[in-house]
């Protein structure tokens, strides 16, 4: 089993920046895909933006696009850099883990291992 640790989240201005992390532990391969969903009170957990298990691939949702970028460093770190973070943007962010290797899901189920999640909270 893995254990994903999130870490970075935090109160910001909109136009702001933050940047989270997620480290994985408990397992020596590195060889699967990651993703980062976000879930507001009241609503669905929803995809914001993977990367594939070689780094090669990414994936990112509409409303993130051009704003975020998502990054992994040796393999078992993934970093999730939001810019120009908007009111909308407020969350609890999750990474998860995907042990498929294939395509990037935006499916949360498609997932097998979560981390506990940080909050997110852009003021206007």
């Known amino acids: 089993q893995v254990q994903l640790v999130e870490s970075g989240g935090g109160l910001v201005q909109a136009g702001g920046s933050l940047r989270l992390s997620c480290a994985a532990s408990?397992?020596?391969?590195?060889?699967?895909?990651m993703g980062w969903f976000r879930q507001a009170p009241g609503k669905e957990r929803e995809f914001v933006a993977g990367?594939?298990?070689?780094?090669?691939?990414t994936d990112f949702a509409d409303s993130v696009k051009g704003r975020f970028t998502i990054s992994r460093d040796n393999k078992k770190t993934v970093y999730l850099q939001m810019n120009s973070l908007n009111p909308e943007d407020t969350a609890v962010y999750y990474c998860a883990l995907d042990l498929s290797r294939g395509i990037i899901s935006r499916s949360p189920r498609a997932y097998e291992d979560w981390g506990q999640g940080t909050q997110v909270t852009v003021s206007s």
């Open positions: 408990g397992r020596t391969s590195s060889n699967y895909n």
């Open positions: 990367i594939r298990w070689s780094g090669s691939g």
